[in-house]
């Protein structure tokens, strides 16, 4: 970015910070009716910048009103598809076009590099809401062949769900809130968001954008506040019929039993502790690159993030001095800094909670083999780390992290079997990342691993890809059909001719 683009952008930051305080209902951004508060810090400062609303259940009871309206009597549901996918396109524009101003906003609440917030949330988050905006016109349902004796025509329709709750967590802000709203709105629901009190800026900027492009009122809603308050409403109330939750697995089973009550239909995107499998003939040098990459980018804040690495004994001082090379060398800096390649963790609990995984891994015996403890600076700043020697006993190994630390150990000449048994060895079951250049391992492997999603050599995410967890790392799919599918109801018709 030049000088003056990024004192447009300060400009523009700046300015929405006096009018961040409110939240947005039924086409109005109007402020919280308790008139509590949540401050916005800058985690590579500790300075507050902003405050952003703490709703109340009465928010939300306006706002679950307000997409109940909107979703009953139009016009959004009504609206044909192709004016709702030019909505969603002109969307997608509205953020591309604001991209400086919301990167700046991202890097300011949530401390990733600028360079991050531009290309991979702002726009992946533009890049996503044209994918599914694309899905708009190609949604409907099929016709059946019935065996009962007689002449039928029998089909099935696809329709929204309805009103959709969207509770994100605080590690990708902007893209997580686009990843549940954009197929939600491609389905036809109307939603209410509700983003991590620790960075609601963008998602708040979000919904301006929103307004300007032209949506009807009541269709996206967003309401700012405490998981435990503004969150909890959404997850127990009875006018919403759909939730999707991306967050900590233990938010996720409370979430589960709040949507009971009315059955509410759930996804859940949940945790993870995601294995890397790093073969003899593998690629050295692109696996030190790739397991560098998936487990310290987004300071590991990342629910798929490789963090547990199985390399061959033959390779594996190699690949972990390699690994260790890299994690010494990555500019660790605010990331308002065009240099920093890794951020600040996002807020001082999510820095005391990685820290104290740290002590707990130096506690228990494992080795040290990079980074280890905070930066001696102002920010929540810590140093990418390497364990060696964890085992599965150790809550290091066996917890999520959600931070840059990696765990690593070795196989020998195990089978498959052996390998895919010790990777599998965790309650989550997100991604998998595999290393070699043999097909047949590869193929072989990815059957055997219990995860959602198999990476061989550093595979990409996609839009096109269903993204999701096997056991305890959630329910359901995001992203490709699946995703739309996921804010449907499938309705049977069958008529006697
Ligand atoms: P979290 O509590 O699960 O937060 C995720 C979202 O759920 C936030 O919007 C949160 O609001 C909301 N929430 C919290 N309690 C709720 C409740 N009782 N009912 C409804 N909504 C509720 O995650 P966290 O506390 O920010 O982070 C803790 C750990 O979770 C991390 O260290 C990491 O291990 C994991 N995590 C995983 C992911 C992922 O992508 N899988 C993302 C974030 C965190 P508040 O912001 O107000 O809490
Ligand atoms: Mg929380």
């Known amino acids: ?51 952003v609303p703490a709703a109340g259940r009465a928010d939300v009871d306006t706002a679950v009103a307000a997409a109940r309206n909107a979703f009953e009597h139009g016009p959004w549901s009504r609206m044909n598809p192709s004016e709702r996918a030019r909505l969603m396109y002109r969307l997608a524009d509205a953020v591309e076009r604001n991209m400086d101003e919301l990167a700046l906003l991202e890097t300011l609440d949530n401390g990733k590099p600028l360079k991050a917030s531009r290309s991979i949330d702002v726009m992946g988050s533009a890049e996503k809401l044209r994918y599914f905006a694309g899905w708009v016109t190609k949604i409907g349902g099929e016709t059946a062949s019935l065996s009962a004796p007689g002449d039928w025509h029998a089909y099935t329709l696809r329709e929204p769900v309805g009103v959709a709750a969207l509770i994100v967590p605080w590690n990708f802000p902007l893209m997580m809130a686009v990843t549940k709203m954009a197929p939600a709105l491609a389905a036809g629901c109307t939603v209410i968001l509700k983003p991590a009190e620790q960075t609601s800026l963008t998602a708040l900027r979000l919904g ?12 996206v809603n967003i309401v700012t506040g405490y998981g435990e308050i503004a969150g909890a409403a959404l997850a127990e109330h009875p ?47 692109a696996a030190v690159a790739g397991v560098s990459r998936f487990i310290f980018s987004n300071s590991g804040q990342v629910c798929a993030a490789g963090s547990r690495l199985y390399a061959h004994r033959k390779i594996f001082d190699a690949l972990v001095s390699g690994i260790a090379e890299k994690a010494k060398s990555l500019k660790v800096g605010p990331g308002v800094d065009a240099s920093a390649e890794m951020g600040p963790l996002v807020s001082e609990e999510q820095l005391d909670r990685v820290l104290g995984y740290m002590r707990s891994g130096i506690e228990a015996g494992a080795s040290l083999v990079a980074g280890g403890s905070r930066l001696d600076r102002r920010g929540y700043f810590v140093a990418p780390t390497i364990f060696t020697g964890t085992t599965c006993q150790m809550a290091v190994q066996r917890e999520e ?25 965790t309650d989550y079951g997100l991604s998998a990342y595999i290393w070699t250049r043999d097909l047949g391992v590869a193929h072989k492997l990815a059957r055997k691993l219990k995860a959602g999603f198999v990476r061989v050599n550093g595979g990409p995410l996609d839009n096109a890809l269903p993204f999701g967890g096997y056991k305890q790392s959630g329910w359901g799919r995001e992203n490709a059909k699946a995703g739309i599918d996921a804010y449907t109801e499938v309705k049977a018709v069958a008529i006697a001719l």
């Open 401 to 425: 992290v959600f931070g840059p630390v990696l765990c690593a150990a070795y196989f020998d000449e195990d089978g498959l079997d052996a390998i895919a048994a010790e990777a599998n060895n």
């Open 239 to 285: 006018g919403v019929d759909k939730i999707s939750f991306t967050g900590s697995t233990e938010v996720g089973k409370l979430i589960l039993r709040a949507a009971a009550g009315n059955l509410k239909r759930v996804t859940l995107e949940l945790g993870g502790k995601s294995p890397v499998l790093v073969f003899p003939d593998a690629d050295i040098e």
């Open 1 to 51: 970015m030049d000088l003056a683009t990024a004192s447009v952008a300060e400009a523009d930051a700046q300015s929405f910070f006096r009018r961040c305080g409110r939240i947005l209902i039924n086409g109005d951004f109007v402020p919280p009716r308790n008139d509590q508060f949540i401050p916005a810090i800058d985690p590579a400062t500790e300075q507050v910048i902003a405050h």
């Open 208 to 219: 301006e954008l929103v307004q300007e492009v032209g949506f009807p009122a009541g269709v």
